[in-house]
């Protein structure tokens, strides 16, 4: 964010200035702004607010001083003026629709001129406001959560959260372990942007979930248009943004203390973060502790499905200079989750009797927090290193380096006391080098160019025993973009291309008699296009047309996977002779907004696939010396996905609000005139919430219901899984929250019930409902001080 301190911002901190006392307090709060407090009191505090990727003014934000408790509105230029202040410390807080709030702290001491860039949300799903949804400075459409959610939800992943946005499915193996599907894509279509680096880990598998601690972030995006090709990675579908927030210019320490405790799994949650500017650098750490037992399906526990995780992230920020800004992030992300033991057969009859049981095998009767094999641990390293050199007003650019390093273990029964000996482990290392240059035309303009590096090694621990089901690899990739944006009265435009090159080395085990050393090199070359446009067509109503060509390269494992899979409970083959996949993609979004009081947003889109890659479950059970498991296998075919999302909001009184989400996805395999396998049921949620008017101690308390039906996924042959596909289901939900303003903080409490009428149900998309229910009833019970 460009931040310019024009004149006044000076080195120290001191207190001097204002007079102390409760009296003093009433009479400011009292007058304030419409009078002066005398000679000592006549200082100002005058700048403005601009959009941050086009440098657009934006008209009629906020500006709220706390120490005052009062504020004033900017104009429609987006200037504002604070007047009849006295010298001393200051909050600001700045807000507009669907930005981030904004908060800079100013040691005042004479008159002040700042400029303030705010960055922008695009749909705040879970506040009071729902109006003004899409990006300032894009076209594609997207969906924001914001931190309040974060912390009241700490308890779930990444995905859980990711579910609530319109959609948005999650693709999940049994309890602990799901990840984000988008459109009906997932896995390395979908990326994952962590603190603006490409989650790089085991992310081919089904039952990886992205090794990210949300709470980390300042607010959770999706980015659901084919322009998505501005990111790093394979954005064939969409991406996933985790955004922490820049560290604000305060010398106080500040920071949140936030515990969930759960009834399902007797699961604790413990977040804590602090954060504070200094001479020497602005600083923030971060922790997350979280201990789940084995969760319960509404009849029974699912023995072996507990869960642990510690993570750990630090955030500094330097302003060298007024042109130049330095930051570094470090994160560790360390979990093991067990995997339902009865997901895990012996022989080949067992096997075809426990798929569709009423209750899986090996179900105790008792709650253990213990893990047992079959289980996984992953530990997760992110390390980035950015400079930015602010040239001048219009030009910028952005250095970035970062570092990854994966290490995952999968443990499985294994005869002989082996158990604690892994049955898969691999360690992968990621190096990402980026240069991103900005620059800002006049007539509101805008070009964007980056050059990406990025090397990938990944290799099989030799302490297994076992012939690996992913070989090891090398990939280099080489990638460049460029993106122009041009704002022409009330219709903005945007080209985009990108070129990409992955050379990828593997080295492979025969599968065949006797056992060879297999090398396999691929080059291949990429190019990515994409246009949209973003219409103001009328003050209420806002048209974002999205047009994409993308081209992915098929991964290591749908290449090359060959055994068992123990985290999904089958066998994985690869197909070698695969090509690139070749999309193209066209979003189609309306917001119409009526009198502030009802919102609604429609989405619709159209994907082409050609050479389309997908696991196929095969009609085929395999017996190893493992046990007996379903197999799977890697298939390419033309396919075509046809979606709608829509949400409606409305605000009868300003305590009221009645939300509405529908979700239709329908996938197809054009080649072979049959639907796609693994694709979203269609569903729809609906919601009913209340906020009660403020009081002196009790501040944003709400209650609110919530139902989601997942209709059956009825557009799948019976022959294209190896058992019925599950009925529909109705889930119901609630929420309760308020909070405390204490002298210096606030205390957040708050309730959250689902599947409060103890629905026994499968989903889909979730792997293990061949073995088990899904889960039953669950409170969730939270706690927070933020200070």
Partial sequence: MIQRWISGMLPSFTKEGCPKGTGWFLFSVFLFPFSGFGQNCSLSISGSLADEGTGIPMAYGTV???????????????????????????????????????TVFIDLKKDTTIAISMHHHNELVDEVVVHDHHSQQETAASTTINQETITEEANKDLSEMLQQMTGVSSLRTGAGVSKPVVHGLTGNRVAVLNNGVAQSGQQWGNDHAPEIDPYVAEHISVVKGASALA?????????????????????????????????????????????????WAA???????????????????????????????????????????????YSLFNTEI????GSHIGNLTDLQEAIGRDVPFFTKDTFSYKINAPHQTVQHHLAKLQSRHIFNEHQTLRLTYAAQVNNRKEFDIRRGDRSNTPALSLLLWDQFLESVYDHFFEHDRKLKTGIQLRITDNTNNPETGILPLIPDYRAYRAGAFAIFQEQKGHVLYELGARYDLTDLQVVAISSSLPREI?????????????????????????????????????????????????????????????????????VLTADWNVRKKLFVQVLGYYQYVQDFIYLQPESEFRLTIRGAFPLYSYHQTDATLIGTDVLASYEPIESIRLMVKYSFLQGDDVRNHKPLVYMPSNNLFGSFAYTFKDGKKMKNSSVSINGRYVFKQNHLNADQDIMPVPNGYFLLGANLGTSFKLKKATLRCSLRGENLLNTRYRDYLNRQRYFSDDLGWNVSAQIGVTF
């Fill in 64 to 102: 709220y001083v706390e120490e005052l408790q009062s504020g004033v509105a900017a104009d429609s230029s987006g200037n504002f003026r604070l007047t009849n202040l006295c010298k001393g410390s200051y909050h600001l807080r700045f807000n507009h629709i669907g930005c981030e709030t904004h």
């Fill in 231 to 279: 990111y790093p990675g394979n954005s064939l579908g969409s991406v996933v943004l985790i955004e922490p927030s820049e560290i604000a210019n305060d010398p106080h320490l500040h920071g949140n203390v936030n515990y969930v405790f759960q009834t399902n799994g007797l699961g604790h949650t413990l977040n804590a973060r602090l954060e504070k500017y200094a001479k």
């Fill in 283 to 329: 600083w923030r750490v971060s922790a997350t502790a979280k201990v789940f037992g084995d969760r319960s399906a509404p009849d029974y526990y699912l023995t072996n499905t507990g869960k642990r995780e510690y993570d750990v992230a630090a955030q500094l920020e330097k302003h060298i200079s007024s042109k130049w800004e330095m930051k570094f992030y």
């Fill in 338 to 341: 067990g995997i339902l033991r």
């Fill in 518 to 586: 297999e090398r396999h090199y691929h080059v291949f070359n990429n190019y990515s296009l994409s246009a949209g446009m973003r219409w103001q067509v009328l003050p209420q109503l806002k048209l974002n047309l999205d047009m994409g060509h993308v081209l992915r390269s098929p991964q290591v494992n749908e290449l090359y996977s060959n055994g068992l899979h123990q985290g999904v409970s089958g066998i994985e083959l690869g197909n070698p002779n695969l090509k690139s996949e070749r999309s193209s993609k066209v």
